[in-house]
């Protein structure tokens, strides 16, 4: 019985070559889109998720509140933190300090390069599950002039040699010996590192290690199994409070899992992060995969026409209602077989491209098993979900109606049809409307004015011997024609972190306490950066004072509550207490990105940091910039590479995650709106054969081609009229919560809806009228032979 099923599929299949085809695609496609939405989420979830503990790790969070009713979360703490915590509490069972990646110089024989690497405690590689591939992981970190290395750097610089014992000189003054190699961190990890250094070497060289006060490595914690984790956050909850005086903070745990998808946080507490997008997603995937079963529906249903005489034999000859509905899930599973072969195919062409447009490395192997569980699951809930109701529908068919042609479709089947493309396009016009959306915030951010001048700006880090060789440097780069003007500071644009509360003025209420940005800047620093003075000057090198004189923005006199701010006294406790005035206010400008309201920022004039040199570069010069750059910084810094970066760049990486988002969306929707186009054909073809035989009545009393087109049309663009007047309100609300995910955003404009309507009533008439014009065109008299 199952072979002829089978055959008899097979012949249907062939027979209808067209119709088979769309069923396939239409299905195929939503399969496989679902399948790559899948594969992303799945890679999101699995950050951080390959230690074998994980669910013992947690990083610590320091929350700091502050009088004027700020707060802020991040995991910058002490540096004491780590094993102070170890010390006081028995449920941590290893505690560690890490600091934020930075980039060294390594130079080993004639190979030089900068390398992206931590500094971390010896109980490192005993925590975290990043195997050393040789080395002990206990020692490895155990002494200040000890590196461990990631495969990829053993092979850089050491071939086929053994690393370890091997000497590396970092930044040109320090010797370390290679203790440990460890295997290259996996693309899903959210500390990324080619290199560790022992903490203990920077507790050597530097004060502020040992100070409360001094916030910036990250803590990570190991709890005991038995370490109840509610009650050890109660516990260091104030730990704080008498260790530090410039501070109101206070510590929690977050468990390191939740780290990469939770990452935004309000009043202290989880709101959100790329948590949101794995949700979001995950709703299309299902919302797409509806789609396609639908369409299948609609498709099977609408070709029905041609098999009710088929039907109405086989019951005649003996055939059961359930042998019949057995021969169409037959079909069903043996297109949906092809469809699924055809999304597998799909997958393997496109998945590079997806993965350039995501930056993710997902990989599909036949050892995938969560891949291929995943594609029989669809599989099997297709055959359900779009196979049952044909399957019953058309079994249902007595004979006695099909050879008295009495089988017109019956309402109810038609108004479930039509009830399905409505939820189609509503699904279709929620994705057009937050595709749309996106774009225009994306928009907004590019070409919002920053306050500052982000184009032909570079950025360069001060590293080796620029910091001796600066002013050289900076005066025969001022004689070529490319350069238009050069400055210092000690933080890259987009990147400034430093906050100072210990600020006196005039009229400052007793312990009122502020947290200003904290940025130290050279001469020429408003020119530079092209920021409009509100009021007063900028810093002058004829000027001594000003060494300890500052630069305000809007925000920070707002905050103060000054009159006249410029002329006043301010008083800095930095490592020394810096009395000077307020010598100017420039305009407020963006230091990072619009999610977040512009902080009050204090300037202050440090002509030789540390730090990183800001070019600006004439209009149509800045490859000759560039090359000139280049070519003096091997006059002066030989020992180390030639590296830069743009401003513009910078602030573009700070919404890449908004970007692949925008990107994805756009696909999404075009295949979205795309499968349930396939639906609407179906649902037209099923409604203009029940209607065969009203349009040839009305063309024998004279309609016209364009008369007939119309009425047919009517009906299917109210529809689409309807799913539109559901999807634009809950589209609306929908993304207006996630446009509160930034500080500065774009008003959403009433052209937007009439895009989204326009753009999907248009794609129905595109999708329609082919088959309408096609029914108004034909022959009245074959309309009418069917009686």
Request: net charge positive; proline share 3%; charged share 20%.
């Amino acid at each position: 019985m199952v072979s002829s099923y089978l055959l008899v599929t097979w012949r249907n299949l062939i027979r209808n070559k067209v119709l088979s085809a769309i069923k396939i695609v239409g299905l195929g496609i939503g399969i496989a889109l679902s399948l790559l939405i899948f594969l992303w989420v799945a890679d999101e979830w699995q950050y951080d998720a390959f230690h074998t503990e994980g669910d013992l790790l947690y990083r610590v969070l320091l929350t700091q509140r502050y009088d004027d009713g700020q707060v802020s979360t991040d995991d910058q703490t002490p540096s004491l933190l780590a094993q102070a915590l170890k010390k006081e509490f028995p449920e941590i069972q290893y505690a560690v300090t890490v600091t934020t990646e930075e980039k060294l110089l390594f130079q080993v024989g004639k190979i030089t390069d900068k390398e992206l690497g931590e500094y971390a405690d010896e109980a490192f590689f005993a925590m975290f599950d990043f195997p050393l591939m040789q080395g002990n992981k206990r020692t490895v970190l155990s002494f200040p002039d000890q590196v461990v290395i990631s495969q990829r750097l053993a092979h850089k610089y050491f071939r086929d040699q053994n690393p370890i014992g091997q000497i590396i000189r970092i930044d040109k003054n320090t010797l370390c010996k290679v203790s440990g190699v460890f295997r290259d961190i996996p693309d899903n990890s959210s500390l990324k590192f080619d290199f560790l250094l022992p903490f203990k070497a920077l507790a050597i060289q530097y004060k502020w290690v040992h100070d409360w006060n001094a916030i910036g490595p990250r803590t990570f914690l190991k709890l005991h199994k038995t370490a109840d984790v509610q009650k050890l956050n109660s516990k260091i909850e104030s730990y704080l409070k008498d260790r530090q005086t410039e501070y109101q903070s206070t510590l929690s745990l977050q468990a390191y899992e939740d780290m990469y998808l939770h990452s935004r946080f309000a009043n202290g507490k989880q709101a959100g992060g790329r948590i949101e997008y794995v949700w979001l997603f995950s709703i299309v995937a299902i919302f797409v995969l509806v789609i396609a079963a639908i369409n299948f529906m609609n498709l099977t249903v609408a070709g029905a026409v041609t098999r009710f005489k088929e039907v109405g034999i086989r019951k005649i000859n003996g055939a059961s209602q359930g042998m019949i509905a057995g021969q169409f899930l037959v079909e069903t599973l043996l297109i949906t077989v092809f469809a699924c072969l055809f999304a597998v195919l799909l997958i393997a062409m496109i998945l590079p491209a997806f993965n350039d447009i995501s930056g993710k490395h997902i990989q599909v192997t036949a050892h995938n098993f969560q891949f291929v569980g995943v594609v029989f699951f669809l599989f099997v809930l297709l055959i359900g979900i779009s196979g049952l109701y044909p399957s019953l529908f058309l079994s249902s068919v007595k004979p006695v109606s099909v050879f008295k042609r009495t089988f017109i479709f019956r309402p109810g089947s038609l108004w479930f049809g039509k009830g399905l493309v409505v939820f189609q396009f509503s699904l279709s016009g929620l994705l057009i409307l937050g595709t749309l959306i996106i774009h225009q915030q994306m928009e907004y951010i590019q070409d919002r004015n920053l306050g500052f001048d982000k184009e032909n700006l570079i950025y360069k880090e001060l590293d080796g011997r620029l910091v001796q060789n600066y002013n050289a440097f900076k005066n025969e780069l001022n004689q070529r024609s490319s350069i238009q003007s050069i400055t210092v500071c000690n933080q890259p644009p987009m990147q400034v972190g430093g906050t100072i509360t210990s600020v006196e003025w005039p009229g400052k209420k007793p312990d009122e306490k502020i947290a200003f940005s904290y940025w130290g800047v050279g001469y020429g620093f408003v020119k530079t950066m092209n920021l409009q003075l509100k009021d007063g000057r900028d810093f002058s090198e004829q000027l001594t004072t000003d060494s300890v004189n500052v630069l305000l923005n809007e925000e920070a006199v707002k905050r103060m509550g000054l009159q006249n701010p410029v002329g006043q006294p301010i008083t800095l406790h930095r490592s020394f207490v810096a009395k000077g005035r307020i010598i100017g206010i420039v305009k407020d400008f963006h230091l990072t990105s619009l999610h977040t309201a512009i902080d009050p920022l204090i300037m202050y004039l440090d002509p030789m940091p540390e730090g990183y040199m800001l070019v600006k570069t004439l209009p149509g010069k800045t490859r000759q910039a560039i090359a000139d750059m280049e070519k003096v910084h091997k006059k002066y810094n030989p020992d180390f590479p030639f590296d830069y970066d743009f401003v513009n760049t910078a602030y573009t990486r700070l919404y890449k995650s908004e970007e692949v988002i925008s990107v994805l969306s756009l696909y999404f929707s075009f295949f979205a709106i795309f499968i349930s186009s396939i639906g609407l054909l179906g649902l037209t073809i099923l409604t203009t054969t029940q209607r065969t035989k009203e349009v040839g009545i009305r063309k024998v009393l004279g309609a016209s081609v364009s008369q007939i087109t119309l009425l047919l049309s009517s009906d299917f663009l109210k529809l689409v009229l309807l799913a539109n007047g559901i999807a634009l309100p809950v589209g609306w609300y929908a993304m207006n919560q996630w446009l509160h995910n930034f500080a500065y955003r774009a008003d959403v404009s009433w052209q937007v809806f009439m895009w989204t309507l326009i753009l999907a009533l248009g794609i129905a008439f595109l999708t329609i009228s082919f088959q309408t014009i096609k029914a108004a065109l034909q022959n009245p008299v074959k309309s009418l032979r069917t009686e």
